[in-house]
């Protein structure tokens, strides 16, 4: 074989001299069967192919199928899938209601979702990164002020808000926030709720560290007395 053919064609040439060798008894054979390769109208042959395909796709479209909901026949292409829901196929009718009927909003970006199970009230929240990623960070949070016996019932839309006014930036220092602070660290009795959670930046929760806010020196006052503002005032509408 020429060393510069494609590595493509060296696999359709070996493919094609395996069945002829496996159809073939003898060299006359094979000379037979290669005259009649060399007589085939090539062009004509990969329009037919190219036909056969597209009428086979046809086809598959227009088979019949049943809704998974409703069980009536359908074209396959009138079948719908829906995201976040299983994979089972359903006509326009029933997943308009399944979408109706199990549409929540995300308590993080406000998006509309569809899920097969509820979540807790709250705590809903739609399939993306972002949206998962700070689920998870108010869980984790919640789950270190439990294992301490503190309260633990910061909620998915409380967090969404206090991000929102903070600007999604550190509540110290107004950089990004990459990390959720109690105010009050745990171990003083306060836990992980709205009143006492806020966004920080690596930097400035490692400086403010576990000393209680009237302790902390490394952070300005100015700032301090601002996040401590705000958290009061999430205090009193709770009242």
Known sequence: MDTDEPLEWENALYEIRWHIVRNTQNPEEVNTLLAYLHSTNWEAFRARLLKKGQQSEE?????????SQCEQPFPRQELTRIAGWNRTLYCATCAAA???????????????????????????HCRKSICEYEHTRVVTQNVRARKIKEPANLTLKQWAKTLNHFHYKCAYCQKSYEACDHFVPLGMGIGSVAQN?????????LKKGNWHPDAVSTIQNESM????HYLESLEKNKR
Request: with cysteine.
């Open 225 to 228: 007395q601002a996040v401590r």
């Open 59 to 67: 086809e598959y479209q227009q088979q019949l199928r049943a809704c």
């Open 197 to 205: 959670c806020v966004p920080s930046c690596y930097a400035c929760n």
């Open 98 to 124: 399944i979408r109706q009927a199990h549409s929540y909003i995300c308590q993080y970006c406000h998006d509309i979702y569809v899920r097969l199970q509820p979540q807790p009230r709250d705590m809903e």
